[in-house]
């Protein structure tokens, strides 16, 4: 196994390489990964899979002409051939006078806990053990039927430089278990239900996953009918994020406010949100996933307002779009290391929590939903917000209580015009992959229940 | 490479395993996006590596490498992955027999994207631009991303199987943008082969027909007036029908999902209105998810899932045919040797009815007519979900005023009871990506069907 000292190495070597053969602007980014899973189907154990190697990508910039190029193979000579093909790529292309420069060094956080040794030190056979063990306990709970399931131990090793001076190489860990089951219902089967434990460690909480998952399946085993009109629904955080991640965030992309894709790309410092809503993006998050040092330029990760009690205050930028726009880079870039795209994304959402906790709010609700998941949200239109989804499961509220799962139910609107509508936030935060935020009540939501 | 893994796989003979598979890929991958005239990738690369699949004591070991130097490490890796496994398992993992097959499929590609240069491929992203900007004044912005691989893959199993395939792809994908006022849009498209090469581009998906079907469908969207919520009866189109085939009923139909799925236990019985049928093809001649073999080694094949409205036989790879005790139907499929195969659709439909198209439309009063689609997804329940980007009111059973961004529901297994006429017509396919945990390149399609009230959900505002 490589390390992180070598593959900066490579780095060094590539930027050298390319600013003597001619590239005005050079960057290599090399990762190291290694990816331990197990795959559990119809509960057993039927695979474990190992995937492991180097990726090495390589920008240049000739007279503002660029031209990028992959290795997958971590040696030197490799890596010479991949700043020659780069370079050749740059030839062809045609120049961006947009283009400004390259990332600048820039302050790194410290964030503690980033990385585990014990993924890289545990045996498959313990990573499988944890597999089973939370299978286990699942189908010991009444009608739960374990469908399928995973664990997985996964080290990720990353160095990136830059003829600016930016020099900069971390390691992130990431332990995670998984389940998913169904119920059977007087008709059917429920929908499939989830959860996961992620962490940097293989302290995978397996009761926590399996208790979640029992839980939203005993709600679903009754099945109810729904009334369509507009009523208060509540949101997990896993459905919200998925409704935000094809609506709100791309509309505080840098790049899709500079090229006029958002529709809030003109409302800084505008209220675009009830008051209650404050919502950051946070890369430094100690207890957040997608948190590490550097973004995919060197730039600094950080924690980004972008909507505070209402308010919009920032968008997300990258280095490129930063500089065109005249504003820094909020160390929001993401590379496809094969594909050389570097897009602007989130990191993990944060979103403040209220003060009562969800058994008390939904215990005041006369009638409305509890939308665990959704389906559709990718279907959504990130240029108008317009979204039409199907909840599911979803939860139908009557007199405070949790009364049965309703089939087939939609919920339509538009994603700016909700988040004015936020009734309440929960106290209590979910940390979840791309989300930390708990429950939001949304009232007078259009819902289309199934005739 | 052939001889690399040949060599490889005779090393494992002395391997306690009962199958050892090694599926190698060298090949040309290109990517290119263009947004709004500026190349914002261009990355082409040659992509070698392995993928090792060990049965042992019943249980799977996978492993991925690009070090084909060191192959043997990364056998006994998967070997002994695999055996931390199978302690666990109380039926030990079997696979239906197939016989060994050795063959060299060819390539019917007579344009390598390789051999095209950089230059006539921005120049296409260029012309294509420039059809979609030309189209409507209101078109604001537009991304293309284009993608081109060939190349070859080997698959040798310890069972005597040795296949070597070509690796074939053009892909082009529009995204565009269009305002009105303090209206935004957006709509997408995307053409796609797996058979033919660049020629595909010049003379099938031509920056002309690209960039049209792309930039009608904005304008159709800022011209739209709002659905409706609630049920009405519909008429969905090809590229419509195409995608409920697919997402409503096809993955139902994955026999490594069926289990978790109401249609579980169900084969033999009637599970949808009279008349319809529904197959998956693997060998629909020049389809996006056609070969000759599956990434087992298994010969495609045509999987008739609904037979005259019964549920008839299950898409399977070698594992799970040994399962339910049917015939391996050619569906295992890997995105690439990054991944193991695992049960994936290729081209999916609904078969021909016995409707004209006109009549069709003509007892609806109010419905709408849905023609193109932007995203779907299924769950396990049957719920499936279809967000469209292209629809129309039937008023008085003729087509009337375009419908802006809605989507559609509803639980599969109900919505089959509610076809009340299928058109007598030859349709063209829907062309595009699957994601079910990695990517397969499929196509989806079927003639005009028409569903009676209460099969589908409206999603609108009003």
């Given amino acids: 196994m490589i390390d992180e000292k070598e593959l900066l190495d490579l780095c060094d070597h590539a930027v050298t390489l390319g600013v003597e053969k001619g590239a005005d602007q050079i960057e290599a980014i090399a990762q190291f990964k290694s990816e331990l899973e197990t795959e559990v189907e119809q509960g057993e154990v039927s695979s474990v899979n190992r995937i492991m190697g180097n990726e090495i990508a390589i920008r240049v910039f000739v007279e503002k002409r660029m031209g990028s190029a992959f290795t997958n193979i971590a040696t030197k000579d490799s890596v010479s051939e991949a700043v020659s093909l780069a370079l050749q790529a740059a030839k062809a292309a045609n120049p961006d006078d947009d283009f400004v420069s390259l990332s600048k060094p820039s302050e790194y956080p410290s964030i503690p806990g980033l990385w585990n040794d014990s993924i890289i030190t545990t045996d498959p056979g313990q990573v499988v053990n944890e597999v089973v063990e939370i299978v286990k306990r699942g189908a010991s709970h009444k009608d739960l039927v374990p469908a399928m399931a995973s664990s997985g131990a996964n080290a990720y090793l990353v160095a990136y430089a830059n003829n600016n001076g930016v020099r900069h190489a971390e390691k992130t860990s990431i332990g995670y278990g998984f389940l998913a089951a169904i119920a059977k219902t007087e008709s059917g089967v429920t929908p499939m239900v989830f959860a996961v434990d992620i962490g940097r460690g293989l302290d995978i909480r397996k009761e926590a996953i399996v208790h979640e998952v029992a839980e939203i399946l005993d709600m679903c085993k009754k099945e109810v009918m729904g009334k369509s009109g507009r009523h208060t629904v509540v949101f997990h955080p896993r459905a919200l994020l998925q409704l935000l991640q094809y609506t709100l965030v791309p509309s505080i992309k840098g790049e899709n406010v500079a090229r006029g894709k958002s529709k809030i790309g003109d409302k800084i410092g505008e209220q675009i949100a009830s008051e209650k809503i404050t919502l950051y993006d946070d890369g430094t998050h100690p207890k957040g996933i997608a948190s590490s040092i550097a973004d995919d330029e060197g730039v600094a990760r950080q924690k980004t307002t972008v909507i505070d009690r209402g308010v919009l205050r920032s968008f997300l930028w990258d280095t490129y779009w930063g500089n065109r726009m005249g504003v820094s880079s909020t160390g929001n870039a993401s590379r496809n290391m094969r594909e050389g795209l570097i897009e602007i994304k989130s990191t993990n959402i944060v979103i403040e929590p209220g003060t009562r906790s969800i058994e008390n709010i939904i215990s005041d609700i006369d009638y409305g939903y509890y939308i665990q998941n959704v389906q559709g949200a990718h279907s959504s239109n990130p240029e108008s917000g317009d979204f039409s989804i199907v909840g599911n499961p979803a939860i139908l509220i009557e007199d405070g209580k949790k009364v049965g799962q309703v089939h087939g139910l939609m919920v339509s609107g538009n994603a700016f015009d909700l988040l004015k509508q936020v009734g309440e936030i929960a106290k209590e935060p979910h940390y979840l992959q791309g989300i930390i935020a708990p429950e939001i009540v949304f009232s007078d939501t259009s819902i289309i229940a199934k005739e | ?462």
């Avoid at chain 2, 060994?100 to 051999?115: G, L, T, Y």
């Avoid at chain 2, 299950?314 to 391996?328: C, D, S, V, W």
């Avoid at chain 2, 659709?345 to 009549?359: A, C, I, L, S, W």
């Avoid at chain 2, 769950?379 to 003729?398: C, D, K, L, R, W």
């Fill in chain 2, 1 to 462: 490479m052939f001889d690399l893994l040949e060599r490889a796989l005779e090393r494992t003979r002395d391997l306690k395993a009962s199958y050892v598979e090694l599926r190698g890929e060298d090949g040309f991958i290109e990517y290119l996006q263009m947004d709004d005239g500026r190349i914002s990738a261009l990355t082409q690369r040659i992509e070698r590596g392995c993928a090792i699949r060990v049965l042992a004591d019943g249980a799977w070991g996978f492993v991925t490498t690009g070090d084909l130097e060191n192959l043997d490490g990364a056998i006994e890796d998967a070997y002994s992955i695999a055996k931390a496994a199978a302690p666990t398992r109380k039926e030990p993992i079997e696979l239906a027999e197939i016989n060994a097959v050795r063959d060299k499929v060819k390539s019917s590609a007579k344009e390598d994207p390789r051999n095209v240069s950089v230059e006539e491929k921005v120049d296409y992203l260029q012309d294509t631009m420039n059809v979609i900007r030309d189209y409507d004044e209101r078109i604001t912005a537009v991304t293309l991303k284009m993608r081109n691989a060939s190349g070859e893959k080997f698959l040798l199993t310890s069972e005597g199987t040795r296949i070597q395939s070509p690796v074939n792809l053009v892909w082009i994908y529009p995204w565009v943008t269009g305002k009105d006022g303090t209206r935004l849009s957006a709509a997408r498209y995307e053409e796609a082969s797996t058979h033919q090469g660049w020629e595909f581009m010049k003379e099938t998906a031509t920056p002309e027909f690209i960039g049209e079907q792309v930039a009608k469908r904005v304008k159709l969207q800022l011209d739209g007036v709002p659905a409706k919520g609630g049920s009405f009866p519909c008429v969905m189109g090809p590229r419509v029908i195409g995608v409920l085939a697919h997402e409503a009923l096809g993955h139902l139909a994955e026999a490594d999902l069926t289990v978790n799925t109401p249609f579980n236990g169900r084969i033999g019985e009637v599970v949808a209105a009279e008349d319809v049928n529904m197959i998956d093809d693997g060998t629909y001649p020049g389809g996006l998810g056609t070969t000759k073999y599956d990434d087992e080694g298994t010969p495609t094949s045509r999987v008739e899932i609904i037979k005259d409205s019964v549920l008839t036989e299950l898409m399977t790879n070698r594992e799970y045919a040994a399962k339910i005790g049917q015939r391996p139907t050619g569906n295992a499929r890997a995105e690439s040797y990054l991944y193991p195969p695992i049960i994936r659709m290729r081209n999916t439909m609904f078969e021909k009815g016995d409707y004209v198209y006109d009549e069709i439309f003509e007892d609806i009063d109010f419905g709408y007519y849905c023609a193109d689609f932007r995203g779907g997804q299924a769950q396990m329940n049957a719920s499936f979900q279809v967000g469209v980007q292209e629809a129309y009111e039937i008023v008085n059973g003729e087509v009337g005023r375009p419908v802006m961004d809605l989507s559609i529901s509803g639980i599969a297994t109900d919505a089959l009871f509610k076809i009340d006429a299928i058109a007598k017509e030859d349709f063209p396919f829907e062309l595009g990506r699957c994601g079910k945990g990695q990517t397969a390149y499929v196509s989806s399609g079927g003639p005009t069907i028409r569903f009676s009230k209460g099969g589908i959900t409206f999603g609108g505002k009003e």
